[in-house]
């Protein structure tokens, strides 16, 4: 299944407003039936970068954002590679969390509720160093035991 055409917007309120209209309003459904839901404070998450090792995300990142349509696409994508996600501060993985990667590099990044009933958008991005892909794909595989 091809990635959706990238959005080309002006700016980034457009880019804000897309993520409210079409993320926030409602659920998207994955594959497997799970609804996601998407908080608007997300946005910054998702879609700004650092520009130094501070911690703070200070830059839009146009390449994020124009890939936005691809976060459902990965969602429902039932040919994503699914692994386990990594929990960096307490240095584990963390079965509530499964990280979808999509044509090659493209990676979505969701947070399950303890009941796996539902989960939460966490981040999406285009894992562009071969060092950061390489970390995701030696994460245990997703399945649904690894609930």
Not at 7 to 24: G, M, N, P, V
């Amino acid at each position: 299944m091809d990635c959706p055409p990238l959005l080309k917007f002006e700016s980034i309120d457009d880019y804000r407003t897309y993520f409210k209209k079409f993320y926030c309003r409602n659920p998207i459904l994955t594959f497997d039936n799970i609804p996601v839901f998407f908080h608007k404070n997300k946005f910054d998450h998702a879609f700004f970068e650092r520009s130094k090792r501070s911690g703070i995300k200070d830059i839009f990142s146009w390449k994020r954002a124009e890939r936005m349509n691809w976060i459902k696409h990965t969602l429902q994508d039932q040919k994503a590679e699914l692994y386990i996600g990594w929990d960096k501060n307490k240095k584990r993985y963390i079965r509530y969390r499964r990280v979808s990667i999509v044509n090659g590099n493209y990676v979505v990044v969701i947070h399950f509720h303890k009941s796996f009933k539902r989960a939460f958008f966490v981040t999406a991005y285009v894992a562009d160093s071969k060092r950061t892909l390489e970390m995701i794909k030696r994460s245990p595989k997703w399945q649904i035991k690894s609930r």
